[in-house]
């Protein structure tokens, strides 16, 4: 139930906003639109192409917050009621974008697009019409880490100095351009920096958050059940289908890249705050991950087999991992970021905030979701007799 007493950080009563969310029906718009609607008296306008993952928060009309969520279907490619939208609003959430790595080099003109060029409006709206913006970057900004670069044997590989990555001191490292898997880190740069100019010309108040790795129920579509059947996802979908398919998990090129996994439901916390504590959280960019949580992704997927048989009750897999090159799982112009260990100072200064969940029992909650949504449905289509 919303509180109507809730106070700030600083102890000031906080009033109810109205926020326009786009991409309100992606996998982080449905957990906030759900915390919003729970523990909030915020309005919220949800503007996205889909609303599938929201479809619970808004029917029946009988919901608590019926009057406090209202879906708008548009894409804000082409849409002139993205404008007004923007305006009846106190705060816009842009989370809308291309981002899952494996189109980054087979659609690098679409990722370009969607992660620069169709967000220019919605910064230009906020601007012009002196409204706060939080927008939603990408760890993927810092590339590779400054020790990546170092010999193989260095010592000052362990050195936290050659890989923590803080929002205002670490370079933005990419790779060359013929390897267009930098095309969202690039984009997702340039949007932060126009951001940024319009905060120190124009004074537009703006939060950029960069979310490290967040995983939870609801993360992109398992592949030939709520997605296209070739459709390649994030890694914990990816991962998931294979444990319920009880097919060996690929490992792209050893699955030795290094990476900080936090359960969604911490970051949304995070991101709460960002929302109302403004004055502590303006002019701020924001890495959001848990760097208590790092793994390699082999260690991942060993991980997840071993979780999945204990929330499912089936034998663990005799062959849990198999190795796949990048060019084959991925296409030509594939790349990747080393490690990413955020450096969580400064929103540790301005919110207080700490991640809590432990990677264990964040993929314990995630696969328990996983193998109740989609084992059903995988066990009859694999059972399903081929088309001739
Ligand atoms: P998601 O793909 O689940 O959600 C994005 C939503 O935006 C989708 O529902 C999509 O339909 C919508 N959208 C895209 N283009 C649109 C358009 N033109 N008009 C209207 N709606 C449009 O992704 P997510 O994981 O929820 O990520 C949200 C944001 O956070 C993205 O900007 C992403 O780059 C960033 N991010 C997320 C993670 C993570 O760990 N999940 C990591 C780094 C960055």
């Known amino acids: 139930m919303a509180s109507q007493n809730r106070v700030d950080l600083d102890g000031n009563p906080i009033k109810p906003i109205t926020i326009c969310m786009i991409g309100a029906g992606g996998f982080i718009g449905s957990h906030l639109c759900e915390k919003l609607m729970a523990e909030t008296p915020h309005k919220v306008l949800a503007l996205d192409v889909y609303n599938d993952k929201i479809k619970h928060l808004l029917e029946p009309d009988s919901l608590p917050w019926a009057d406090r969520i209202q879906f708008h279907r548009l894409n804000i490619k082409n849409d002139s009621r993205l404008e007004s939208l923007v305006r009846m609003a106190d705060l816009t959430i842009n989370l809308a974008a291309i981002c899952t790595p494996a189109d980054y080099n087979t659609r690098p003109l679409d990722t370009i697009y969607s992660n620069f060029i169709d967000a220019i409006p919605v910064v230009k709206y906020c601007s012009g019409n002196n409204k706060r913006l939080i927008h ?16 193989k044997d260095s010592p000052l590989r362990q ?17 060359p351009i013929e390897k ?19 905060g120190a010309e124009n004074g ?9 790795n967040w995983i939870g129920p609801r993360m992109d579509f398992i592949p030939g059940i709520d997605g296209p059947s070739e459709g390649v996802p994030r890694v914990l979908a990816c991962f998931s289908n294979n444990l319920l398919r009880h097919e060996p998990l690929k490992l792209v090129d050893g699955g030795q890249s290094q990476r900080t996994f936090i359960y969604i439901k911490d970051a949304i916390e995070a991101v709460l705050l960002m929302i109302e504590n403004p004055a502590r959280a303006n002019g701020h960019i924001f890495n959001v991950g848990n760097p208590n949580n790092e793994v390699t992704v082999k260690q991942l ?13 089936e034998p663990l897999l005799e062959t849990p991992t198999i190795d796949i090159s990048s060019e084959e799982f991925y296409g030509v112009g594939y790349d990747d970021s080393d490690k990413r260990i955020p450096d ?33 449905a995988v066990k009859q289509a694999t059972s399903k007799p081929a088309a001739s």
């Open 204 to 212: 537009m108040d703006f939060t950029i958050v960069r979310p490290f």
């Open 344 to 376: 969580m100072t400064i929103i540790n200064k301005q919110l207080g905030w700490n991640p809590k969940t432990s990677l264990w029992d964040l993929l314990e909650s995630t696969l328990t979701y996983q193998h109740r949504t989609y084992a059903e």
């Open 180 to 198: 267009q898997r930098w095309s969202y880190a690039c984009a997702k740069q340039l949007i932060e920096r126009l951001i940024y100019a319009e």
């Open 159 to 175: 050195d936290p100095a050659y890989y923590v990555l803080s929002e205002d001191a670490s370079p933005c490292i990419f790779g």
């Open 136 to 151: 939603f970057s990408t760890c993927e900004v810092y590339g590779k880490t400054i020790g990546s670069f170092l010999p």
């Open 301 to 313: 997927a060993e991980m997840m087999t071993k979780v999945y048989a204990k929330v499912s009750g």
